[in-house]
């Protein structure tokens, strides 16, 4: 059973920057591809940064295009998200989301991923 666990979660001062973390366990990160979403409180999830399977391709919501990298460490079975120029508007609950997946270019948000962790949350403070 693959299991997500984010961390990294704060409050921050609108301008300033975020890592989160996911950890995952139950498979190898190399046989999935990842992704970030968030949600804010009565309004959907919405996917922010997804990558390929081995990471090798990466592609973001508009809001957060420039701003935002998601990366991983196979050897660390883990997944990253640089959060920078932060915005009030990026305040939300983020959660890591995965999917086994075959190889190839990313090129859009998958509709649904099969597991998700249960989130960290973010606050950035105008």
């Known amino acids: 059973q693959v299991q997500l666990m984010e961390s990294g979660g704060d409050s921050v001062q609108a301008g300033g920057s975020l890592r989160l973390s996911c950890r995952v366990t139950?498979?190898?990160?190399?046989?999935?591809?990842m992704a970030w979403l968030r949600q804010v409180p009565g309004k959907a999830r919405e996917p922010v940064a997804a990558a390929s399977r081995g990471g090798g391709s990466t592609i973001y919501a508009d809001s957060v295009k420039g701003r935002f990298t998601i990366s991983q460490d196979d050897a660390e079975d883990a997944v990253y998200l640089q959060m920078d120029s932060l915005q009030p508007e990026d305040s939300a609950t983020y959660y890591c989301?995965?999917?086994?997946?075959?190889?190839?270019?990313?090129?859009?948000?998958?509709?649904?991923?099969?597991?998700r962790g249960q989130g960290t949350q973010v606050v950035v403070s105008s």
């Open positions: 139950g498979t190898i990160i190399s046989k999935i591809c």
């Open positions: 989301a995965a999917d086994y997946c075959g190889y190839g270019t990313v090129r859009q948000f998958r509709p649904l991923y099969s597991f």
